[in-house]
């Protein structure tokens, strides 16, 4: 086997049995021996993949964070469904979680949103989601308005901000009013707008 893919393989291995631990046992519970026999990879040789566990743990949330995007942007590209049965059918981070506890994702998030990498990682997957679902909205017709692209890309992402700095919980109840601003405005259809 060529020696460069074989390294690839076990950093893959490693990633795999890390994403795996994590999302059963959370950061903290989880050691690098843990790691290491999981993935089958000895212990010492994991460090010349990784320099310690938190760059580890940095190169597998985003291996996650790559995922999470990918399977939304097949979602948001499969044109067997129309516009609204692929908005419907996004996928959520919550898929992801299945096997872990409140407390393994907020321990997971807390994570994430404390590493600017990997924040910035994921600001930069929504600005180009946020295009695609554009793109993807316009040619079904769904999308209409004649705001700019970058105006719109600019208000989904100061949500998403606001998004993280509040409860899950409130924001769930915002969300039907949101979605109702963001689809038909604030003003009356019809109406006039003052100049």
């Given at each position: 086997?060529?020696?460069?893919?074989?390294?690839?393989?076990?950093?893959?291995?490693?990633?795999?049995?890390?994403?795996?631990?994590?999302?059963?046992?959370?950061?903290?519970?989880?050691?690098?021996?843990?790691?290491?026999?999981?993935?089958?990879?000895?212990?010492?040789?994991?460090?010349?993949?990784?320099d310690n566990?938190?760059?580890?743990?940095q190169s597998a949330l985003a291996c996650l964070i790559d995922q999470v995007f990918a399977e939304a942007q097949k979602t948001i590209l499969n044109r067997k469904l129309t516009f609204m049965e692929r908005m419907h059918a996004f996928p959520n981070h919550k898929h992801l979680f299945?096997?872990?506890t409140s407390e393994v994702i907020t321990e997971l998030n807390n994570y994430i949103q404390a590493d600017e990498i990997l924040t910035t990682k994921i600001t930069e997957h929504l600005n180009e989601l946020f295009k695609l679902i554009?793109?993807?909205?316009?040619?079904?017709?769904?999308?209409?308005?004649?705001?700019?692209?970058?105006?719109?890309?600019?208000?989904?992402?100061?949500?998403?901000?606001f998004r993280t700095n509040?409860?899950?919980?409130?924001f769930n109840q915002l969300i039907p009013d949101i979605i109702q601003i963001l689809l038909y405005g604030l003003a009356h259809p019809g109406q006039k707008l003052p100049h």
């Open positions: 086997m060529d020696r460069n893919l074989k390294k690839e393989l076990n950093r893959q291995k490693i990633l795999t049995a890390t994403l795996k631990l994590y999302l059963k046992q959370g950061i903290k519970a989880t050691s690098v021996r843990d790691i290491s026999r999981e993935s089958q990879i000895s212990y010492v040789t994991m460090y010349k993949y990784f566990k938190n760059v580890l743990t299945t096997t872990s554009l793109q993807e909205g316009r040619k079904a017709g769904f999308v209409q308005t004649t705001a700019s692209d970058q105006a719109i890309i600019t208000l989904l992402s100061a949500l998403n901000s509040v409860s899950n919980e409130k």
